[in-house]
């Protein structure tokens, strides 16, 4: 039977690479992003992937992804996210606003995406993969606001995995990446030593092939395991 998955924010950077990545695999990847003009562009011409334009805080769409994924999803990655304001603002002058829609699309998205497709990922024994970020748990200066929606999201991830221990459910930190995210967090400057997200994916493939227990795993760890 063909894996099925589901990649959130698959229209660009590491998204988009583990897109290609999984569907040179022999997966079917329903992979969905905001811009149907990138999302498409990137991803027309792939076998195996169905792009499937939307907003994942939107929950009609989240029923439509759930649906086009099918009865059995073997992956499902939240990979879609939001940095909030750009120069990236002090806790005491950040926007509530703004917030709001950094945790919307962090945290409250993938829970409801989460809850559409669990049926799915139940019937096949899946895996659900978060994205995290060192900023979940370390304190960095203007990272407040991400960094908070991402420590949410890890301990989401966490009770997810002892709620439902016939799944795996990582939350993954790929590291820094050259994203269109990180250059908008350090606007104006060379970014350019980061690694591209392609050099990152093997390390998610390998969490996805080793199927260790439920946690919280780095690409950094994964690099350097034997």
């Not at 099918?70 to 806790?91: K, M, T, Y």
């Not at 703004?98 to 139940?122: D, S």
């Not at 908070?148 to 930190?173: S, T």
């Amino acid at each position: 039977m063909t894996p099925t998955a589901i990649v959130t924010g698959a229209g660009q950077g590491f998204g988009l690479a583990l897109t290609v990545a999984l569907a040179r695999r022999g997966t079917t990847v329903v992979a969905c992003g905001r811009d149907a003009r990138r999302l498409r562009g990137a991803l027309d011409g792939v076998p195996g992937v169905v792009a499937l334009p939307g907003d994942v805080t939107d929950p009609g769409f989240r029923t439509e992804l759930a649906a086009a994924a099918g009865a059995r999803l073997d992956l499902l990655v939240h990979n879609a996210g939001e940095l909030g304001p750009s120069p990236l603002p002090r806790l005491a002058d950040y926007p509530l606003d703004a917030l709001r829609v950094v945790l919307e699309t962090t945290v409250l998205a993938p829970l409801g995406l989460t809850r559409e497709t669990l049926p799915a990922l139940r019937a096949a024994g899946g895996t659900v993969v978060t994205l995290s970020s060192d900023a979940a748990v370390e304190a960095y200066e203007g990272w407040g606001g991400y960094g908070a929606a991402k420590a949410a999201l890890d301990h989401l991830a966490a009770v997810l995995g002892v709620e439902e221990p016939d799944l795996r459910v990582y939350a993954f930190d790929p590291g820094d990446m050259r994203t269109a995210m990180h250059q908008r967090a350090f606007p104006g400057e060379d970014i350019s030593d980061r690694p591209e997200p392609e050099s990152v994916v093997p390390a998610l493939l390998r969490l996805l092939a080793d199927r260790p227990p439920s946690g919280r795993y780095t690409a950094a760890d994964l690099a350097v395991a034997p």
